[in-house]
């Protein structure tokens, strides 16, 4: 009796080790070697790219959704709604100016409210890219990963950049050539970033810009507010340059890649004032 007690007592003790080794977890699980996906999306410096790129490449008005009037509701809700509709009349003003002037100025194709840089769209899109290399084999793997997502024209661009980089030519050097390229080509050819920086500018109200209606004297001057604008504000394309250099050579940390646009003297010698939507 005493001896099968004690065989009992020692089955207990062994089913409740089991219960307590073997409870809330599959058996093996510290064995299993879970992997991410082999795809850019994961891809630490991929992302730091295409995000870097998106935050100062897209320039996009959402509109608000206007609300009916309430006589019910108090007065200060009828003044936070009178505020925000300013908000979005100030905000379509500056986005009729950031599209005159990709859409005139640039010839860049950009659907309304909506003026995006460096990525492909309907109308960028081609089967193929060319084949790029670089003698970091690294960066070439990262633009064979991610070049779908860019236009053509701004892959080949960043393809220039890179080699740049290897070839260990500071930010300076190669912001003052995509400048000098943008003084001497047409319009629409003038280097993305440059183009870009351009938008940045109008964005934050740094270049005020007025004109009754499209003509060839208001493109003219708007012309030369650009190519003189380009040039006062070459700090700010390096500092874009250097932040891509530091996104390839992992340098940057998160949130370090934020443009400091009040560190970069806007200050033009010519301004143009514009307030018409005209076409």
């Known amino acids: 009796m005493k001896n099968k007690q004690k065989v009992d007592q020692i089955e207990k003790t062994i089913i409740q080790k089991k219960i307590k080794k073997d409870v809330g977890k599959p058996i093996g699980l510290l064995k299993i070697n879970i992997r991410p996906p082999d795809i850019w999306s994961v891809s630490q410096k991929e992302v730091q790219l295409i ?19 309430d006589s019910i509701k108090k007065k200060v809700n009828s003044i936070e709604k009178a505020d925000k509709a300013n908000v979005s009349i100030d905000e379509k003003e500056l986005y009729d100016k ?75 050097e190669i912001g003052d050539f995509l400048i000098s390229k943008s003084l001497t080509v ?15 500018l109008i964005k934050q109200n740094k270049i005020s810009i007025q004109s009754s209606q499209i003509t060839a004297k208001f493109l003219e001057q708007l012309k030369c507010a650009f ?51 005209s076409y």
Request: proline share 1%.
């Open 186 to 200: 047409s319009l629409s050819e003038v280097p993305q970033l440059v183009q870009n920086c351009f938008i940045m």
């Open 51 to 69: 995000t870097f790129l998106a935050n100062y490449g897209r320039h996009v008005c959402l509109h608000q959704a206007v609300l009916k009037k």
């Open 227 to 277: 190519l003189i604008s380009i040039q006062q504000n070459r700090a700010l394309l390096c500092q874009m340059i250097g932040t891509i250099r530091n996104i390839m050579y992992d340098n940057c940390q998160s949130g370090s890649y934020i443009v400091d646009s009040n560190s970069v003297d806007y200050d033009l010698n010519q301004e143009i004032f514009f307030n018409s939507t």
């Open 98 to 172: 950031i599209e005159i002037a990709a859409k005139f100025l640039f010839e860049w194709v950009c659907s309304k409210r909506n003026v995006v840089y460096f990525f492909r769209n309907n109308n960028h899109f081609k089967n193929k890219y060319k084949t790029l290399t670089l003698k970091n084999e690294q960066w070439t793997t990262m633009l064979k990963h991610i070049k779908f997502l860019l236009n053509e024209k701004f892959y080949e661009e960043l393809h220039m950049i890179l080699e740049q980089f290897e070839n260990n030519v500071t930010d300076e």
